[in-house]
Each structure stands twice: as C-alpha cells, then as structure tokens.
C-alpha cells in the first residue's frame, strides 16, 4: 500500500477503509430489520443535525423571548432546559419534534416503534450532555439512541 491509498483510507474513514479491505458491511440499519432507502430507514445525519438546529432555534428563542426578555448568559442555560422538556413531551408523545416533523423524521423503539416516556426522557437528557450523541455506531445511531433502545428514521 503506497501513501496516497493509506491517506485515502484515513480520509473516507473507517467504514470506507474496511469495504476496501473487502469486509461486506452491509447498509445503514441492515442489522435491525430497517430498509435501506425510503420510509423507515435510517436517517442520515445531515437531516438530524438540521432537525436538531431548528429545534434548538426554537427553544432558545422561546427562552430569548418569554424567559429573560434579552440575550444574557442564562439565555442558553434556558434553551437547554426547554430543549429538554420539548424532546421529552413531543418524542414521548408523537415520536417527533417539530424540527424532526420538519425534516420528515421520527424517533422510534426497535421492538414496538412506539417511544415510551420513560425512553423519551432517557434519550433527551442523553442528547443533553452532547458526548453520547457524537459516538455512533456502524448503523448510523448515536449512544443515546442505543442506550434508549430507539432510532431515528425517515418519516
């Protein structure tokens, strides 16, 4: 292996560099019973993060607007607290939030597609702390989402 493919590997990443090596991995959520393309497959994470963007938009103007009346050091402090109460009503209650529902997405459990409260709020104040949302596995689901026992598909 000369330079260049080794600093293609290490750029495509892992998963790349694994297929090239010629270990089959499948598709994104293979591995649970999910569809490669279409309604109910996994969602890709640039759709999650502009789900996730419009819903803390939301929740730090609710907090800009209702809470301290002005942008102030308690004003992000506040969004994280109505992020949390938002991701715990609406994914407990209808399995999206208005950023996911905006973007055609959905949070659901494995074994009944259906998100219970208790799931719901795991999920969000694991999302909270951001560092399980950042390590992903190879299906495409962050921590929180494995250790909540959902996923988030397409709508």
């Known amino acids: 292996m000369d330079n260049r493919?080794?600093?293609?590997?290490?750029?495509?990443?892992?998963?790349?560099?694994?297929?090239?090596?010629?270990?089959d991995l499948g598709?994104?959520?293979?591995?649970?019973?999910?569809?490669?393309?279409?309604?109910?497959?996994?969602?890709?994470?640039?759709?999650?993060?502009?789900?996730?963007?419009?819903?803390?938009?939301?929740?730090?103007?609710?907090a800009y607007g209702l809470i301290t009346h002005g942008y102030d050091q308690s004003t992000g402090n506040w969004a994280l607290l109505i992020f949390l109460v938002l991701g715990v009503l609406t994914v407990g209650t209808i399995g999206s939030t208005p950023g996911k529902r905006l973007f055609g997405l959905r949070?659901?459990?494995?074994?009944?597609?259906r998100v219970q409260p208790l799931r719901a709020a795991l999920r969000?104040?694991?999302?909270?702390?951001?560092?399980?949302?950042?390590?992903?596995?190879?299906?495409?689901?962050?921590?929180h989402d494995r250790l909540a026992g959902t996923v988030e598909v397409r709508g």
């Not at 949070?107 to 009944?112: A, E, K």
């Not at 399980?132 to 596995?137: H, K, Q």
Request: hydrophobic share 45%; with cysteine.
């Open 124 to 143: 969000t104040v694991l999302l909270c702390l951001a560092i399980p949302a950042l390590v992903w596995d190879r299906d495409g689901r962050g921590l």
């Open 107 to 113: 949070v659901v459990t494995l074994g009944t597609g």
């Open 27 to 62: 598709y994104r959520g293979e591995q649970l019973g999910l569809p490669e393309e279409g309604p109910g497959s996994i969602a890709r994470p640039g759709r999650r993060l502009g789900a996730l963007a419009v819903d803390w938009g939301l929740c730090l103007l609710i």
């Open 5 to 23: 493919q080794a600093m293609g590997s290490w750029l495509s990443g892992p998963r790349a560099a694994m297929e090239d090596a010629g270990a």
